[in-house]
Structures are given as C-alpha cells and as structure tokens.
C-alpha cells in the first residue's frame, strides 16, 4: 500500500523523489525503491521523523509496537505529522504510542494503487487545520478522501475497505452469468468490467440516484426489468447490505 501510495505522489508531483524519504528493513528492496523511484532510503526508521512534515505509517497492525517500540521520541523536535494505515489501530493507541504528535487514523482502499481510491481520514487531538490539509493533499494524489470522526471507521471499513471485493464478486458473477449464456469468457470479463466502471462513472459524473439510474434503463416488461425481479427475488440487496454489516463489525472485533 505504502508503494502504491509513493508512486502516486511521485506521478501527481506533489512530492519531488529525492524529498521522500522510506524506510524498508530489507537491502534489496531499499535498492529497488531507489532505483525505481529515485527516493531516499533508510533501514533507520527514526531517520523518518528527523526534520519531516509527515510520516506515513504502513507497517501491518501486529508490529506496531516492535517498530515504536526501537524509536526515540522524546528528542525529536518538530513533530511531523503520523499518517496511520494500519488497519483497526485505533487514534487512542497511536496517540499513547506516539505522545503530542498529530496523528491521523487513515483507511484507504485497494484501488488507490491505480489513482481511483476512496480514504477517509479521522483526526486525533493533536491535529490543526494545516495537518488536515496536508492528509487531503497526500491521499487527494490517490483518489477521492473524505473526513470523518474516528467512531465511523469501522463502517468505513466495512464499505469503501473491503468494497472492492464485494464488487469483484459482482464482476465475477457477471462474466460467470454471460459464460452461462455462451459468451466467450474473455469476452464476458471485459463486458462485466467495463459495465461497472461506466455505471459508476455515469452515477458519478450524472449525480444520478442509483434507483433513478434503474428506472431509466428498465423498460416496461423489457429484459432488465426481468433480471431486477429475479435479484430482489434471491436476496440480492439484502445480501449486499448485510455483507457491508458483517464487515463493519468484524472491524469492531479487530479493533478491541
Ligand atoms: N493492502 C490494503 O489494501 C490496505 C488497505 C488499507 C489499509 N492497509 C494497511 O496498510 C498497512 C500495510 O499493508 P500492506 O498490505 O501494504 O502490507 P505489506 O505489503 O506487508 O507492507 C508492510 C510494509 O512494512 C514493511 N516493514 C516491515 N517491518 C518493518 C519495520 N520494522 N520498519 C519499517 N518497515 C517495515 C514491510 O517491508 P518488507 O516487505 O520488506 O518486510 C512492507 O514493505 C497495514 O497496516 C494494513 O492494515 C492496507
């Protein structure tokens, strides 16, 4: 996540190479990273919170405490700003880990590795304006964000964070369903991609309600009309709502 991130900073110049900084405990990658991106590199992660504005933290959940745990807060001076990643970490935790930093709990999703993510940022105690600003302008580079207080991230979780696969089973589903009527399975795949992605964007770039968009395209005793009825008649909203439920308090349970 942390290098889909970088590489759209890099592609929206909102940072220049040699001013980012990453930290990567294996040699080889740290080469890679250099290489490929022409950033700076450190196996020192205490080198990241030296004279930074901010410092993505991207390591999974279960070593937080290793990683904060071999730093030396207490002498650094300006305090940048602590972009969190991790999955079902709380603002609390980070906050006791990380004392008078500004810290912000960030959710991005999957596709922020292709610039068309959704993040949602809640702030901690410590965040002024200009840290805030600074969260939209970081995540703004892969995809939409939205604010929002940190009692919804579970929810946000549950939607925008595991979205992609509930719409990857929809996709998948669709091209299963046009094989079924003798499609060639290439061919079922591309159709079902792209009638998601040009309803999306039509919903997006029309404003139009989801159910005014189902109206416009079901004609009376037509086709679509009769796939609805056979959706509402399996469950199909439903199932999808209860999915976004289920996820949202299995975030609940991670988080405890
Ligand atoms: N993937 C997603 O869609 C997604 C979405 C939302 C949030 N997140 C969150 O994003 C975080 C990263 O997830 P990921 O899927 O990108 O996992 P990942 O690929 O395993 O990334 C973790 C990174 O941390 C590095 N690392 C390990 N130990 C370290 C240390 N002591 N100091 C500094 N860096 C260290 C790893 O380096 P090596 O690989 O060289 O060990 C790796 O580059 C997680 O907290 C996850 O909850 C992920």
Do not use: C, W
């Not at 990658?29 to 290489?35: C, I, N």
Request: glycine share 10%.
């Amino acid at each position: 996540m942390a290098e889909a991130i970088l590489t759209r900073l890099l592609a929206s110049q909102l940072y220049q190479p040699h001013t980012l900084l990453v930290s990567e405990p294996q040699a080889p990658r740290r080469s890679f990273l250099a290489q490929t991106y022409g950033v700076k590199v450190t196996d020192d992660n205490q080198q990241t919170l030296e004279g930074t504005e901010a410092v993505l933290l991207a390591v999974k959940p279960q070593i937080l405490d290793k990683v904060v745990s071999q730093l030396s807060l207490e002498g650094v001076g300006d305090h940048p700003l602590i972009l969190s990643i991790l999955a079902g970490t709380p603002l609390n935790r980070l906050e006791t880990a990380f004392p008078n930093f500004p810290v912000i709990r960030v959710m991005p999703n999957t596709p922020a590795t292709v610039g068309v993510g959704m993040t949602a940022v809640a702030a901690g105690t410590q965040v002024q304006p200009s840290h805030l600003t600074l969260a939209h302008a970081i995540f703004g580079a892969v995809g939409e964000v939205v604010e929002v207080s940190e009692s919804l991230m579970d929810g946000v979780t549950g939607l925008s964070g595991s979205g992609p696969a509930f719409v990857a089973l929809m996709i998948e589903a669709l091209s299963d369903g046009g094989v079924a009527s003798g499609l060639p399975r290439a061919i079922a795949n591309q159709l079902a991609v792209q009638t998601v992605l040009g309803t999306a964007t039509l919903m997006k770039e029309t404003g139009l309600h989801p159910g005014q968009l189902k109206d416009k395209v079901t004609s009376p005793g037509g086709t679509t009309i009769a796939g609805v009825a056979t959706l509402e008649e399996k469950g199909f909203r439903s199932a999808v709502i209860e999915a976004v439920k289920t996820a949202h308090r299995r975030s609940q349970e991670l988080g405890k």
